[in-house]
Nanobody, 124 residues
Framework: QVQLVESGGGLVQAGGSLRLSCAASGRTFSSYAMGWFRQAPGKAREFVAAISWSGGSTYYADSVKGRFTISRDNAKNTVYLQMNSLKPEDTAVYYC?????????????????WGQGTQVTVSS
């Protein structure tokens, strides 16, 4: 069983930055791919970014490419999402997720464990 706890959300003006963190329990964190997803009110949950177990491979949604960076520190059992040049359309609840099969996919269905989410609000 893996427990994920997100933090770092908040209110920021357009053009600003935030860094989200996701702390994971369990000794096998370093063997899992990790992903970030987001869900805005009235919309489906959408993929943001993913990273392989080693951190050597990453994958981004087109909408955040060049602005967001996913990274991980396996010694701290933590994955991060650095968000720069934020836009109002980035407003959503952000979730981290773990894929025990290390696929670092953009598909919601391939993730096995989910955190509770952290709210990010970008004002114009």
């Amino acid at each position: 069983q893996v427990q994920l706890v997100e933090s770092g959300g908040g209110l920021v003006q357009a053009g600003g930055s935030l860094r989200l963190s996701c702390a994971a329990s369990g000794r096998t964190f370093s063997s899992y791919a990790m992903g970030w997803f987001r869900q805005a009110p009235g919309k489906a949950r959408e993929f943001v970014a993913a990273i392989s177990w080693s951190g050597g491979s990453t994958y981004y949604a087109d909408s955040v490419k060049g602005r967001f960076t996913i990274s991980r520190d396996n010694a701290k059992n933590t994955v991060y999402l650095q968000m720069n040049s934020l836009k109002p359309e980035d407003t959503a609840v952000y979730y981290c997720a773990a894929d025990v099969n290390n696929r670092y996919s953009g598909s919601y269905y391939e993730y096995d464990y989910w955190g509770q989410g952290t709210q990010v609000t970008v004002s114009s």
